[in-house]
Protein backbone atom coordinates (compact mmCIF):
# COMPACT_ATOMS: atom_id res chain seq x y z
CA UNK A 1 0.00 0.00 0.00
CA UNK A 2 2.07 3.43 -1.32
CA UNK A 3 1.58 6.07 1.64
CA UNK A 4 -0.08 8.18 -1.32
CA UNK A 5 -2.90 5.70 -1.30
CA UNK A 6 -3.03 5.49 2.62
CA UNK A 7 -3.58 9.37 2.59
CA UNK A 8 -6.78 10.03 0.24
CA UNK A 9 -8.49 7.02 2.16
CA UNK A 10 -10.45 8.27 4.75
CA UNK A 11 -11.16 4.98 6.73
CA UNK A 12 -7.73 3.65 6.14
CA UNK A 13 -6.86 4.51 9.47
CA UNK A 14 -2.81 4.32 9.75
CA UNK A 15 -2.24 2.91 12.85
CA UNK A 16 1.33 3.56 13.23
CA UNK A 17 0.59 7.58 12.66
CA UNK A 18 -2.79 6.56 14.74
CA UNK A 19 -5.01 8.93 12.68
CA UNK A 20 -7.71 8.48 10.36
CA UNK A 21 -7.18 10.31 7.80
CA UNK A 22 -4.23 12.40 7.39
CA UNK A 23 -3.60 16.02 8.94
CA UNK A 24 -2.67 18.59 6.71
CA UNK A 25 -1.56 21.60 8.67
CA UNK A 26 -1.31 24.06 6.16
CA UNK A 27 -4.82 25.33 6.38
CA UNK A 28 -4.75 26.25 9.79
CA UNK A 29 -5.88 29.47 10.60
CA UNK A 30 -6.38 31.59 13.84
CA UNK A 31 -9.80 30.01 14.85
CA UNK A 32 -11.06 32.78 17.58
CA UNK A 33 -12.20 29.83 20.46
CA UNK A 34 -14.57 31.07 22.85
CA UNK A 35 -13.57 31.29 26.23
CA UNK A 36 -14.20 28.46 29.42
CA UNK A 37 -14.66 28.20 33.13
CA UNK A 38 -11.77 25.70 33.12
CA UNK A 39 -8.16 26.32 32.68
CA UNK A 40 -7.84 25.16 29.41
CA UNK A 41 -10.28 23.65 26.61
CA UNK A 42 -10.05 21.00 24.70
CA UNK A 43 -11.79 20.63 21.23
CA UNK A 44 -11.81 17.08 20.38
CA UNK A 45 -12.39 16.42 16.80
CA UNK A 46 -13.26 12.40 16.14
CA UNK A 47 -15.91 10.34 14.39
CA UNK A 48 -18.36 7.32 15.49
CA UNK A 49 -16.56 4.91 13.51
CA UNK A 50 -13.14 5.97 13.60
CA UNK A 51 -11.07 3.06 15.01
CA UNK A 52 -8.38 5.23 16.08
CA UNK A 53 -10.30 7.22 18.02
CA UNK A 54 -11.52 4.18 19.56
CA UNK A 55 -8.00 3.22 20.29
CA UNK A 56 -7.41 6.58 22.35
CA UNK A 57 -10.47 5.75 24.76
CA UNK A 58 -7.97 4.88 27.57
CA UNK A 59 -5.98 7.00 27.66
CA UNK A 60 -8.79 10.03 27.37
CA UNK A 61 -10.67 8.67 30.25
CA UNK A 62 -7.49 8.67 32.32
CA UNK A 63 -7.03 12.64 30.95
CA UNK A 64 -10.72 13.34 32.91
CA UNK A 65 -10.12 11.28 35.77
CA UNK A 66 -6.71 13.71 36.22
CA UNK A 67 -7.36 16.84 35.22
CA UNK A 68 -11.39 16.66 34.59
CA UNK A 69 -11.68 19.73 37.17
CA UNK A 70 -9.27 21.73 35.33
CA UNK A 71 -10.08 20.90 31.36
CA UNK A 72 -13.28 21.39 28.95
CA UNK A 73 -13.61 18.45 26.48
CA UNK A 74 -15.67 20.08 23.30
CA UNK A 75 -16.49 16.92 20.93
CA UNK A 76 -16.71 17.82 17.61
CA UNK A 77 -18.00 15.54 14.97
CA UNK A 78 -15.74 15.53 11.89
CA UNK A 79 -17.66 13.59 8.98
CA UNK A 80 -14.77 10.59 8.14
CA UNK A 81 -17.62 8.54 5.86
CA UNK A 82 -20.00 10.76 3.74
CA UNK A 83 -20.62 7.78 1.52
CA UNK A 84 -18.91 5.53 -0.91
CA UNK A 85 -18.74 7.68 -3.80
CA UNK A 86 -14.79 7.05 -3.89
CA UNK A 87 -12.47 4.39 -4.62
CA UNK A 88 -8.73 5.08 -3.15
CA UNK A 89 -6.40 3.50 -0.88
CA UNK A 90 -7.21 -0.39 -2.15
CA UNK A 91 -11.35 0.64 -0.32
CA UNK A 92 -13.89 0.84 -2.83
CA UNK A 93 -16.62 -1.29 -1.10
CA UNK A 94 -17.39 -2.07 2.66
CA UNK A 95 -15.84 -4.84 2.72
CA UNK A 96 -12.54 -3.75 2.19
CA UNK A 97 -12.84 -2.13 5.81
CA UNK A 98 -13.21 -5.70 7.44
CA UNK A 99 -9.52 -6.72 7.46
CA UNK A 100 -8.25 -3.42 8.36
CA UNK A 101 -10.67 -3.17 11.43
CA UNK A 102 -9.35 -6.49 12.90
CA UNK A 103 -5.70 -4.93 12.48
CA UNK A 104 -6.75 -1.67 14.01
CA UNK A 105 -7.93 -4.05 16.98
CA UNK A 106 -5.04 -6.06 17.59
CA UNK A 107 -2.31 -2.56 17.16
CA UNK A 108 -4.51 -0.72 19.39
CA UNK A 109 -5.45 -3.42 21.59
CA UNK A 110 -9.13 -2.63 21.42
CA UNK A 111 -11.74 -4.52 20.74
CA UNK A 112 -12.99 -4.11 17.25
CA UNK A 113 -14.47 -6.98 15.58
CA UNK A 114 -14.18 -5.50 11.51
CA UNK A 115 -16.67 -8.56 10.68
CA UNK A 116 -19.94 -5.26 10.32
CA UNK A 117 -18.50 -4.43 7.21
CA UNK A 118 -19.41 -8.04 5.66
CA UNK A 119 -22.39 -8.04 7.99
CA UNK A 120 -24.39 -4.87 7.93
CA UNK A 121 -22.18 -2.11 6.60
CA UNK A 122 -22.50 1.36 7.28
CA UNK A 123 -23.01 3.72 3.87
CA UNK A 124 -22.18 6.34 5.92
CA UNK A 125 -21.12 7.76 9.41
CA UNK A 126 -22.97 11.10 8.93
CA UNK A 127 -26.30 9.65 10.77
CA UNK A 128 -24.42 8.56 13.91
CA UNK A 129 -22.22 11.87 14.01
CA UNK A 130 -25.94 14.02 13.61
CA UNK A 131 -28.09 11.41 16.37
CA UNK A 132 -24.50 12.59 18.86
CA UNK A 133 -25.37 16.27 17.85
CA UNK A 134 -28.69 16.04 18.73
CA UNK A 135 -27.60 14.15 22.04
CA UNK A 136 -25.77 17.15 22.95
CA UNK A 137 -28.65 19.40 22.75
CA UNK A 138 -30.72 17.39 25.49
CA UNK A 139 -27.22 16.56 27.96
CA UNK A 140 -23.54 16.83 27.40
CA UNK A 141 -23.01 14.25 29.73
CA UNK A 142 -25.33 11.98 27.83
CA UNK A 143 -24.54 12.61 24.75
CA UNK A 144 -21.04 11.25 26.24
CA UNK A 145 -22.57 7.78 27.32
CA UNK A 146 -24.64 7.79 23.78
CA UNK A 147 -21.33 8.16 21.82
CA UNK A 148 -19.79 5.16 23.97
CA UNK A 149 -22.67 2.96 23.50
CA UNK A 150 -22.51 3.74 19.72
CA UNK A 151 -19.02 2.66 19.35
CA UNK A 152 -19.63 -0.51 21.36
CA UNK A 153 -22.55 -1.66 18.96
CA UNK A 154 -20.83 -0.51 16.02
CA UNK A 155 -16.60 -2.22 17.02
CA UNK A 156 -17.90 -4.82 19.46
CA UNK A 157 -21.64 -5.84 18.15
CA UNK A 158 -21.72 -5.38 15.15
CA UNK A 159 -24.29 -3.23 14.65
CA UNK A 160 -24.79 -0.65 12.11
CA UNK A 161 -25.00 2.61 13.77
CA UNK A 162 -26.04 4.10 10.89
CA UNK A 163 -29.67 2.74 11.26
CA UNK A 164 -32.46 4.45 13.65
CA UNK A 165 -33.08 1.42 15.46
CA UNK A 166 -29.66 0.67 16.87
CA UNK A 167 -29.43 4.91 16.94
CA UNK A 168 -32.38 4.59 19.50
CA UNK A 169 -30.92 1.85 21.40
CA UNK A 170 -28.07 3.60 22.38
CA UNK A 171 -29.76 6.54 23.26
CA UNK A 172 -31.83 4.15 25.54
CA UNK A 173 -29.17 3.02 26.96
CA UNK A 174 -27.65 6.63 27.62
CA UNK A 175 -30.67 7.90 29.50
CA UNK A 176 -31.80 10.06 26.27
CA UNK A 177 -35.35 10.63 25.22
CA UNK A 178 -35.46 8.61 22.31
CA UNK A 179 -38.56 10.96 20.77
CA UNK A 180 -37.16 14.08 21.42
CA UNK A 181 -33.81 12.61 20.11
CA UNK A 182 -35.50 11.82 16.11
CA UNK A 183 -36.66 15.50 16.47
CA UNK A 184 -33.72 16.98 16.64
CA UNK A 185 -32.19 14.79 14.85
CA UNK A 186 -34.53 15.82 11.90
CA UNK A 187 -33.84 19.24 12.55
CA UNK A 188 -31.20 21.54 14.10
CA UNK A 189 -28.88 18.59 14.90
CA UNK A 190 -28.05 18.76 11.44
CA UNK A 191 -27.06 22.37 11.52
CA UNK A 192 -24.82 21.89 14.40
CA UNK A 193 -23.19 18.86 12.12
CA UNK A 194 -22.47 20.96 9.84
CA UNK A 195 -21.20 24.15 11.65
CA UNK A 196 -18.59 21.39 12.79
CA UNK A 197 -17.45 20.02 9.56
CA UNK A 198 -17.01 23.33 9.07
CA UNK A 199 -14.64 24.11 11.83
CA UNK A 200 -12.79 21.20 11.15
CA UNK A 201 -11.96 22.91 7.72
CA UNK A 202 -11.47 26.11 9.63
CA UNK A 203 -8.67 24.05 11.73
CA UNK A 204 -7.59 22.59 9.26
CA UNK A 205 -8.10 19.36 10.29
CA UNK A 206 -7.66 16.34 7.97
CA UNK A 207 -7.79 13.10 10.66
CA UNK A 208 -9.02 11.78 13.46
CA UNK A 209 -8.49 11.57 16.13
CA UNK A 210 -7.16 15.56 16.62
CA UNK A 211 -7.27 17.30 20.06
CA UNK A 212 -6.58 20.95 20.13
CA UNK A 213 -5.80 22.19 23.46
CA UNK A 214 -6.29 26.17 24.19
CA UNK A 215 -6.09 28.12 26.74
CA UNK A 216 -8.26 31.99 27.35
CA UNK A 217 -5.03 33.80 25.84
CA UNK A 218 -5.29 31.97 22.78
CA UNK A 219 -1.94 29.78 23.14
CA UNK A 220 -2.79 26.37 21.17
CA UNK A 221 -1.09 22.94 21.25
CA UNK A 222 -2.37 20.14 19.42
CA UNK A 223 -1.92 16.20 19.28
CA UNK A 224 -3.18 14.52 16.15
CA UNK A 225 -3.58 10.74 16.00
CA UNK A 226 -3.59 8.07 19.14
CA UNK A 227 -0.73 8.64 21.22
CA UNK A 228 0.42 7.46 24.28
CA UNK A 229 -0.90 9.19 27.54
CA UNK A 230 1.88 11.39 28.05
CA UNK A 231 1.60 13.21 24.65
CA UNK A 232 -2.03 14.50 26.08
CA UNK A 233 -0.67 15.29 29.67
CA UNK A 234 1.97 17.41 28.31
CA UNK A 235 0.12 19.43 25.85
CA UNK A 236 -2.02 20.64 28.75
CA UNK A 237 0.74 21.60 31.22
CA UNK A 238 2.69 23.10 28.02
CA UNK A 239 -0.75 25.36 28.13
CA UNK A 240 -0.83 25.95 31.68
CA UNK A 241 2.32 24.45 33.45
CA UNK A 242 0.64 25.44 36.84
CA UNK A 243 -2.09 22.72 36.34
CA UNK A 244 -1.88 19.94 39.50
CA UNK A 245 -3.14 16.35 38.52
CA UNK A 246 -5.81 15.04 40.93
CA UNK A 247 -5.81 11.60 42.29
CA UNK A 248 -8.15 9.59 41.61
CA UNK A 249 -9.19 5.88 43.68
CA UNK A 250 -7.72 2.94 41.08
CA UNK A 251 -9.68 0.05 42.94
CA UNK A 252 -12.00 -1.70 40.27
CA UNK A 253 -15.37 -0.43 42.35
CA UNK A 254 -14.55 2.81 41.83
CA UNK A 255 -13.48 3.03 38.01
CA UNK A 256 -16.50 0.74 36.92
CA UNK A 257 -18.28 3.51 38.96
CA UNK A 258 -17.34 6.31 36.91
CA UNK A 259 -17.17 4.12 33.60
CA UNK A 260 -19.50 0.80 33.65
CA UNK A 261 -17.70 -0.65 31.07
CA UNK A 262 -14.06 -1.03 30.45
CA UNK A 263 -11.62 -3.09 28.03
CA UNK A 264 -8.43 -4.56 29.12
CA UNK A 265 -6.07 -1.83 28.17
CA UNK A 266 -8.23 0.76 29.57
CA UNK A 267 -8.36 -0.96 32.81
CA UNK A 268 -4.70 -1.22 32.74
CA UNK A 269 -4.58 2.68 31.95
CA UNK A 270 -6.35 3.52 34.35
CA UNK A 271 -5.48 0.94 37.19
CA UNK A 272 -2.08 1.54 36.72
CA UNK A 273 -1.44 -2.15 36.69
CA UNK A 274 0.06 -4.19 34.03
CA UNK A 275 -2.12 -5.32 31.10
CA UNK A 276 -2.21 -9.23 32.09
CA UNK A 277 -2.66 -9.01 35.65
CA UNK A 278 -5.29 -6.47 34.63
CA UNK A 279 -7.24 -9.00 32.55
CA UNK A 280 -6.86 -11.60 35.08
CA UNK A 281 -8.71 -9.41 37.47
CA UNK A 282 -11.25 -8.34 35.46
CA UNK A 283 -12.06 -12.51 34.81
CA UNK A 284 -12.04 -13.55 38.67
CA UNK A 285 -14.51 -10.68 39.19
CA UNK A 286 -16.42 -12.01 35.83
CA UNK A 287 -16.38 -15.31 38.04
CA UNK A 288 -17.56 -13.67 41.47
CA UNK A 289 -20.33 -12.74 39.66
CA UNK A 290 -19.59 -9.12 40.08
CA UNK A 291 -18.80 -8.34 36.55
CA UNK A 292 -20.04 -9.27 32.55
CA UNK A 293 -17.51 -9.55 30.07
CA UNK A 294 -18.73 -9.67 26.29
CA UNK A 295 -16.26 -11.30 24.28
CA UNK A 296 -15.44 -10.50 20.09
CA UNK A 297 -12.87 -12.69 18.24
CA UNK A 298 -10.54 -9.68 18.79
CA UNK A 299 -11.13 -9.04 22.78
CA UNK A 300 -13.35 -8.22 25.27
CA UNK A 301 -15.37 -5.55 27.17
CA UNK A 302 -16.50 -6.10 30.98
CA UNK A 303 -19.22 -4.17 32.32
CA UNK A 304 -20.45 -3.62 35.40
CA UNK A 305 -23.64 -6.22 36.56
Known amino acids: MTKEATNTNPLLCDPAEGICGIPDNSAQ??????????????????DPICSSCWGI??????????????????YRMGGLLPDWSYNSGGISKPSDVAHHWDE??????????????????????????IAFKAAEIQSDDKAILFLRALR??????????????????????????????????????????????????EFGVRGFPTMIFVDNNGAKETVYGSKPYPFYETAILTINPKIVKQEYNKNWEALFSKYNSL?????????????AESEKTLNELVTNGKLEKLTTKNGALWTLK
Open 29 to 46: SNVKVQHTEKTVKVIYFT
Open 57 to 74: EPQLRKLKLEYGNNIEIE
Open 104 to 129: ASQYYDMPIDGDVWLEDPLDSSYPPS
Open 152 to 201: ELVFLKKKNIAKWENIADAAKKAGLDVNQLKTDYEGQAKTLFQNDLKLAK
Open 263 to 275: SAKEFAELSGNNR
